[in-house]
């Protein structure tokens, strides 16, 4: 017997975007309020788990056809090069570059390096567990 | 030239002897082997002149020289006539093998090799001057003795008479490089002249009574003396050319040499005194006692040898005390035990030779089924005589001439008036005396048993006949010695023996010329020696012909009082009491181990902190808690005690939510909203997993939990409760320095561009923290994806089991 989700389902088609945006809003926030990569991340996933629930495992990995193990290695990959990358101008690992920038749209904004790693950290999250949530759902 | 380089040359020579057997198969290997110990022995012979003169030959190369290690060699008399010894006797040895040992069913290739090695360990130990080095070479004689013991390694009892000689050997060497290491301390250096240089700062040495006693661990152990001679008989399973050049002429003297090199030293202290003559004459009773008993050829020899080591070391003892009494028998001693030493390799290298020619030719050893061998095999029985009487102190062999000596020693002994000699000081003689009786029984037991009473030959394994010729050689050469010692004896006592007393007893000669000891065979009819030996011979010789009527009675003593049963109960004990010991406490179930860890962790942190009064209780840095706080610090207790109570598994994990939840709604109150955010999510997260994975577990069972069981489980979480809450507030209320978050608060923005302190540390002040905890994390994830995806299918899925 299939449980009629409709509900459900549509609740989360609006409620996913919500989440994902806010967690968004938090990512980016991260370095002057509360938030940053890793409740960021956390949030993404969480978004991401209500699709899991609404919906079954292959429509959401046919919906969304990432690996998350590369996910993972893609993360762990930009914190390592934005950590390194001061090596090669002769300063030390994991210094940071900041300055403000006049961009064409978005105007007079703070750039940050720090945020880059930041993103390592949120891909890492998101990849990890969702690696751990598909694998352990995917077990039967 | 170098003299230090010739202790390494067998050792490279037996580099090529693998080679030569590979290749040369038509020349037994031994024939090359047998250059090396004769050129030594020529060079090394070539030192007595100059060794008469009192001269040293010295000569260095650096090992380790930050530490000051380095191999020294250091030849005087005494090193001289054990460097003599070592490959005098090692060429007859090696002679002798070469008609021993088949070179078509030995592994000659490995034997040559391990006698070859163990003659450079040899030579290291008796020239080294540097205490490391001689260690080195100590171990190595172990080794290499290990080695030959077990050359047979098929033979069950070779290998359990190897590692029998291996652990109580290496056992003493451990304990004499602990007496090197005090006596380095106390001297400031590793050099034995040195310390003997320096012999009254050593002597102040708080250690230094230990010392003494830890080397002469070392040297009993290697020199078979009582308790530890226990390993010599079961080597006597090594072929026989190995136990006539190892456990009868030069390693089982390693311990002899260590004794009298370390003499000057330590002759000053009463209990080297008293240990050394004491052990050794009681070594000699001990030995000659249980020689009688034995039925094989080779364990008479054995214990023959374990008796006589002891003699000699009693001898030594004695030559202690000339530094206290200027009584010249003192300093006869010393010269006694140089004399016997060498005597003593003499007659029982030959007497092993003939052994191993009877095994070889009657095909057994053992003396029951032996007998009447004298007329068919009439050189060897000459030669066998020759040792015998020797060691029974008969003229006209040398044995008698130090057994004189010796019996003199023993005498003077009790007129030696320090340490209560003078009382206790009458046992020695006596019991120098029955030693010597039971000596000289089972010398003629050997001799007379095995060639002279009615046997059946018929019955014997092979059909004996005389050896060829060239196995006859060298127990020849001994006996020859045997003999010429005799007649000329103050000739090798100028060439060799004067030069090694000299160094022994280095107070009373400076140069070897000083010792005017002259040898004489005949002292007179009122020398209370001759009419000890007189009396020696009668008792001897009216029990050697009762023997078959008391030689039973030593079946009397039980089994298991044995030294040999004392042995294999401490080595079980070591396998399996100790398996047993592991067990008790390994008990494999994970309790157990958290319970230890547990129980130490707050017993050793609570003993710290009350051994260094650390505890303190200070309320004026605290704020003050509002009732929010109390209210939620309520509402996690309850939680918690629900999940302590919770009879199934869903609900224990919904009450952690809770718990998690109220940690969350703290870190709100504490003003820490990241950390409260985090932790939401991550609770949520992580109970929602949580749910998922345990779900498909059975119900919860008690795991065999009892009342007990948990009583001590409370106990020991409210141990750990109480430790760290103890810990927690005595670190709150004592704050050594201030806290470095000012230096956060001033340049989050300046230095690194941000407002959020907590996400600006984390990804930015302290990235690389953080860098690692996602590379955790990603870890944690590739962890479960390999447990869940890539478990084994199948059969294959229990292969743990």
Known sequence: MKTNDVILQTTTKVVFFIIFIFSIHIFFAGHYTPGGGFVGGLLTTGALILLLLAFDLKTVQKALPFDFMKVVAVGLLLAILTASWPLFVDLPFFTHAFDDFNLPLFGETSLHTAMLFDLGVYLVVVGAAMTMIQTIGGDT | ?801
């Open chain 2, 1 to 801: 030239m170098d003299y230090v380089f010739f202790i390494f040359v067998p050792m490279i020579a037996a580099l090529f002897v693998p080679l030569l057997f590979r290749l040369v198969k038509r020349i037994h290997t031994g024939w090359f082997v047998l250059a090396v110990p004769f050129v030594l022995f020529i060079i090394y012979a070539m030192l007595i002149p100059t060794s008469m003169e009192g001269f040293v030959i010295e000569s260095s190369f650096s090992w380790i020289p930050s530490l000051g290690i380095e191999f020294y060699s250091y030849i005087d008399g005494l090193s001289l006539l054990f460097s003599l010894l070592i490959t005098g006797i090692g060429s007859l040895v090696v002679l002798y093998s070469i008609y021993y040992l088949d070179q078509s069913k030995e592994k000659l290739g490995h034997f040559y090799v391990y006698l070859l090695l163990f003659m450079s360990a040899m030579l290291g130990v008796v020239q080294s001057d540097n205490v490391i080095s001689l260690y080195l070479f100590w171990e190595l004689t172990s080794i290499s003795s290990f080695l030959l013991i077990g050359y047979w390694y098929t033979k069950d009892a070779s290998r359990f008479g190897a590692l029998k000689s291996m652990m109580i050997t290496v056992f003493g060497g451990l304990m004499m490089l602990g007496g090197f290491a005090i006596l380095s301390l106390a001297a400031g250096s590793y050099s034995i002249r040195e310390m003997i240089a320096n012999s009254s700062q050593v002597a102040d040495h708080p250690l230094f009574i230990l010392a003494l006693l830890l080397i002469l661990l070392g040297a009993f152990t290697k020199s078979a003396q009582f308790p530890f001679y226990i390993w010599l008989p079961d080597a006597m399973e090594a072929p026989t050319p190995v136990s006539a050049y190892l456990h009868s002429a030069t390693m089982v003297k390693a311990g002899l040499y260590l004794v009298a090199r370390f003499t000057p030293l330590f002759a000053t202290s009463s209990v080297w005194i008293w240990i050394v003559t004491g052990i050794g004459l009681f070594t000699l009773f001990w030995g000659s006692f249980f020689a009688v008993k034995q039925t094989d050829l080779k364990a008479i020899l054995a214990f023959s040898t374990v008796s006589q080591l002891g003699l000699i070391m009693s001898l030594l003892g004695a030559s202690g005390m000339s530094v206290h009494s200027a009584e010249p028998i003192f300093a006869i001693a010393g010269f006694a035990a140089i004399f016997h030493l060498l005597n003593h390799a003499t007659f029982k290298g030959s007497l092993f030779m003939i052994a191993g020619i009877v095994d070889h030719e009657a095909g057994t050893r053992d003396i029951r089924k032996l007998g009447g061998l004298m007329s068919i095999m009439p050189i060897t029985f000459t030669v066998a005589a020759i040792g015998s009487f020797s060691m029974a102190g008969l003229p006209p062999f040398n044995g008698f001439l130090s057994k004189e000596m010796f019996l003199d020693a023993m005498l003077a002994i009790r007129h030696f008036e320090l340490f209560q000699f003078d009382t206790w000081g009458i046992l020695f003689p006596v019991i120098a005396w029955v030693a010597s009786v039971f000596t000289f029984i089972y010398s003629f037991y050997f001799v007379f048993y095995t060639f002279v009473k009615k046997g059946d030959v018929e019955q014997l394994p092979a059909s004996p006949k005389e050896p060829p010729f060239g196995m006859l050689i060298s127990p020849i050469i001994l006996a020859a010695f045997v003999v010429v010692i005799f007649f000329i004896p103050n000739k090798f006592s100028d060439w060799i023996i004067k030069p090694a007393v000299a160094a022994l007893q280095p107070h009373l000669y400076a140069v070897p010329q000083d010792v005017t000891i002259k040898i004489q065979a005949w002292h007179g009819f009122d020398a209370p020696a001759l009419w000890l030996t007189v009396g020696v011979v009668v008792i001897g010789f009216l029990m050697y012909k009762t023997l078959d009527k008391w030689q039973p009675y030593y079946g009397i003593q039980p089994s298991y009082l044995s030294l040999n049963r004392f042995y294999d109960a401490m080595m079980n004990f070591s396998e399996v009491g100790m398996n047993k010991i592991s067990r008790a406490y390994m008990t494999g179930v994970t309790r157990t181990y958290f319970l230890y860890i547990f129980a130490s962790f707050s017993i050793i942190t609570l003993i710290a902190v009350f051994a260094k009064s650390a505890f303190a209780f200070d309320l004026s840095s605290v704020t003050p808690v509002s009732i929010f706080a109390i209210l939620n610090a309520m509402i996690l207790l309850l939680a918690i005690s629900f999940v302590l109570l919770a009879k199934s598994r869903i609900a224990a994990f919904i009450a952690l939510g809770a718990s998690g939840y109220s940690i969350a709604l703290f870190f709100v109150m504490f003003k820490a909203p990241d950390l409260a955010l985090t932790q939401l999510v991550i609770e949520t997260v992580s109970v929602a997993l949580f749910l998922l994975a345990f779900q498909r577990l059975p119900q919860m069972n008690t795991h065999g939990e009892t009342k007990q069981n948990k009583i001590v489980n409370g106990i020991i979480a409210a141990g750990v409760g109480i430790t760290i809450t103890l810990v927690a507030l005595a670190s709150h209320s004592t704050k050594l320095i201030p806290s470095i978050s000012q230096y956060y608060k001033d340049t989050v923005d300046t230095l690194a561009g941000g407002g959020n302190i907590v996400n600006v540390i984390l990804v930015d002040y302290r990235g690389f923290d953080t860098l690692f905890e996602i590379a955790v994390l990603s870890i944690a994830a590739i962890g479960v994806f390999t447990m869940i995806r890539l478990r084994l299918k199948g059969d294959h899925a229990d292969e743990n089991k």
